[in-house]
């Protein structure tokens, strides 16, 4: 049986068990772990794709250690860890050259099977997803550590103004208008969060801008849950499905295409 143009596909793994591959000329990283195997989640992510075809490529190695890199620095980020010099290298070297004022979308998601958050933010036109370890709870703080995670990193990678466009009112009022006092609400994460915004100080800037189902944030929180759900051997909802789709085509169309 003759297999379709758009059904194949050419997958390079990164060498030596890097959690990096780039499949269909896109490239994808995930966290490193013990049990993890990457040629297993390749397939997996082929499969849920529809490629029927998936032959190895070669000279494409480099961008799945990039990918890798990145994933592995924005994951220690993410929770909180300490990065190293090729931490900080990789995700420099994702977006080279930062600086000025950058727009900073941001979504999150909370799993309502199990309360894993997964967030979803631009940096520019800069995609970027990744799932909180070891952390649950509600929609509004995988919002709220969206924006947290999205501005540490932008500053990591040298940009000195930061203007935030976030569907959740809460924050844009706690932050934009003061309609929010601070002392009424508390919590950890709303510590950390007020904490980086004092710093930042008026290099920061809110904006309320409604995020749709379709839009990169979201899709990306998506994304970001259904690799780590396909990385473990488990099924994806069918808004996990989709997005898996939608990112992907978006990515190989440069980021220019609809989420």
Known sequence: MTVARHQRATLTLAPGGAAGYVLDGVPYGVPPRPDLEVSALAARHAAALG???VQS?????????????????????????????????????????????????????????????????????RPYGVVLRGAAGHEALAEREAIRVALMHARLLGFTGFHVQSDHKFHVRRYDEALIHRGRRKSASLERL????????????????ETLDTDAPHRLALHARALLRLSAGQGLSRAQAVAVRRVHYALKLGGAGLY
């Open 57 to 125: 490529g070669q000279g494409e190695e480099e961008r799945a250690v990039r990918a890798a890199a990145v994933a592995r620095a924005l994951g220690a980020l993410a929770a909180g860890e300490g990065l190293g010099a090729a931490d900080l290298t990789a995700l420099r070297a994702d977006q080279p050259g930062a600086a000025g004022e950058v727009r900073v979308r941001t979504d999150g998601s909370a799993d309502k099977r199990d309360g894993s958050l997964s967030l979803g933010y631009l940096l520019g036109a």
């Open 51 to 53: 490629l029927l075809e």
């Open 194 to 209: 007020d904490a980086l915004v004092d710093d930042l100080g008026d290099a920061v800037t809110f904006e309320y801008v």
